[in-house]
T-cell receptor
Framework: ETGVTQSPTHLIKTRGQQVTLRCSSQ?????VSWYQQALGQGPQFIFQ???????GRGNFPPRFSGLQFPNYSSELNVNALELDDSALYLC????????????FGPGTRLTVT | GDSVTQMEGPVTLSEEAFLTINCTYT??????LFWYVQYPGEGLQLLLK?????DKGSNKGFEATYRKETTSFHLEKGSVQVSDSAVYFC?????????????FGSGTRLSIRP
């Protein structure tokens, strides 16, 4: 069974640029959630996708957006990058009807300079 | 809203010492409770879970009991090893929500001395 995978591992961007992060769900999982983990803090919920629709959102501005594809893989897009967007971005997937239990990928480390 | 409060770190122990990391929660519903572990440079791994009151989650020698009366889910291990050095996150999720998110504590960094 393949776990949650994310790409790229590391990324460096300049303030004002746009970035796309990718996630492949664990086999059998149809729900994907994204989290932002700033240095020294716990992860914060960004949003969740189910059946290619956003299904819940945390306290993040609209410049954070996402997509889910028919194969349940997902993208996180961030526009107009700010220095405070520097963080570890984690993707998590879950079984149908069990979104309360999520399995995390290794994360993408984004640095904004 | 729902929240998790956990013991601040860092916590430094000698190998084979007894470990307790305190965690309390606030929730309006009936949450599932989790402990996640994050090793240096890695993502989050689910360490153990409990889905209802009085359940005990256990894994790799770690244990935590879901105490509804004290709204707590303290992590314990009888004899820690150097390989247990990591950051530990207590977390909860609302089982009754159709769009469950995981709410995390701020993390406790654990360092074990040989």
């Amino acid at each position: 069974e393949t776990g949650v995978t994310q790409s790229p591992t590391h990324l460096i961007k300049t303030r004002g640029q746009q970035v796309t992060l990718r996630c492949s769900s664990q086999s059998g999982h149809n729900t994907v959630s994204w989290y932002q983990q700033a240095l020294g803090q716990g992860p914060q919920f960004i949003f969740q996708y189910y059946r290619e629709e956003e299904n819940g959102r945390g306290n993040f501005p609209p410049r954070f957006s996402g997509l889910q594809f028919p194969n349940y893989s997902s993208e996180l897009n961030v526009n107009a990058l700010e220095l405070d967007d520097s963080a570890l971005y984690l993707c998590a997937s879950s079984f149908p009807g069990q979104t309360y239990e999520q399995y995390f990928g290794p994360g993408t480390r984004l640095t904004v300079t | 809203g729902d929240s998790v409060t956990q013991m601040e770190g860092p916590v430094t122990l000698s190998e084979e010492a007894f470990l307790t990391i305190n965690c309390t929660y606030t929730a309006t519903g009936y949450p599932s409770l989790f402990w996640y572990v994050q090793y240096p440079g890695e993502g989050l791994q689910l360490l153990l879970k409990a889905t209802k009151a009085d359940d005990k989650g256990s894994n790799k020698g770690f244990e935590a009991t879901y105490r509804k009366e004290t709204t707590s889910f303290h992590l314990e291990k009888g004899s820690v090893q150097v390989s247990d050095s990591a950051v530990y996150f207590c977390a909860l999720s609302d089982r009754d929500s159709s769009a469950s998110k995981i709410i995390f504590g701020s993390g406790t960094r654990l360092s074990i001395r040989p």
